[in-house]
């Protein structure tokens, strides 16, 4: 057994380990802490792989952007969690059915010839020059852009969903308009009040033997 394959075993064991702790942790900010070292053993477990780029994207994009992001709402927000915990064990039966038959299509495709079997060698290192961000590139644009497409429009679709469920218009709050506002004109924006000129009053003389 050689230091590779250990590493990867100790940061298969560590990512198993943050993300049952994820699930299990009482403290939100805890569980977001617990997630926040499941990515970064995942990223780890990348550059194992030779995906420098893709280790580098997670920890950039999830950590450094959405795990704060999630800390924020988090601590920000007053949830009562234990009001949100009632009825969980009453889910346990079909959240375990889901994730028997996840681990069993997990099964499948590790243990296909497609994926990397025992008779398939593997590839190791990559020779000197090679660039795994090149070639992903290249991977997506050419032989997977129909899926990749497809991925984009499914995501621009639930932004605008959560964007029309959130949305509530409120009477107190005000919203511009801006057809009101390209319609404004001069006359319209201010008026002009003329005004007679005030005089002041004349001075009265002082009375004699004042």
Not at 105 to 118: A, C, K, Q, T, Y
Not at 121 to 141: D, M
Not at 182 to 204: D, Q, S, Y
Request: hydrophobic residues 60%.
């Amino acid at each position: 057994m050689n230091l590779p394959l250990i590493a990867f075993y100790a940061f298969a064991a560590i990512l198993l380990f943050a993300a049952l702790r994820v699930i299990t942790a009482r403290n939100p900010v805890h569980a977001a802490l617990w997630l926040v070292l499941a990515f970064f053993t995942a990223a780890a477990t990348w550059l194992l792989l030779y995906a420098e780029f893709l280790a580098i994207t997670l920890v950039l994009v999830y950590v450094g952007a959405v795990m704060v992001l999630f800390l924020f709402v988090v601590m920000m927000l007053d949830i009562n969690f234990d009001k949100l915990r009632e009825g969980f064990w009453g889910h346990v039966p079909l959240a375990a059915i889901v994730g028997a038959l996840m681990a069993f299509e997990m099964v499948l495709v590790v243990g296909s010839r497609e994926f990397g079997g025992d008779s398939v060698a593997s590839p190791g290192a990559p020779p000197p020059g090679h660039s795994n961000t090149k070639e992903l590139g290249r991977l997506i644009y050419t032989d997977y852009v129909f899926p990749f497409e497809l991925a984009a429009v499914v995501l621009l679709v639930a932004i605008v969903a959560a964007i029309a469920l959130t949305l509530r218009q409120r009477k107190e709050s005000r919203y511009q308009d801006p057809t009101e506002q390209l319609a404004a004109t001069r006359a319209g924006r201010l008026k002009i009040v003329k005004m007679a000129a005030e005089r002041e009053p004349p001075a009265t003389p002082p009375e004699a033997g004042a």
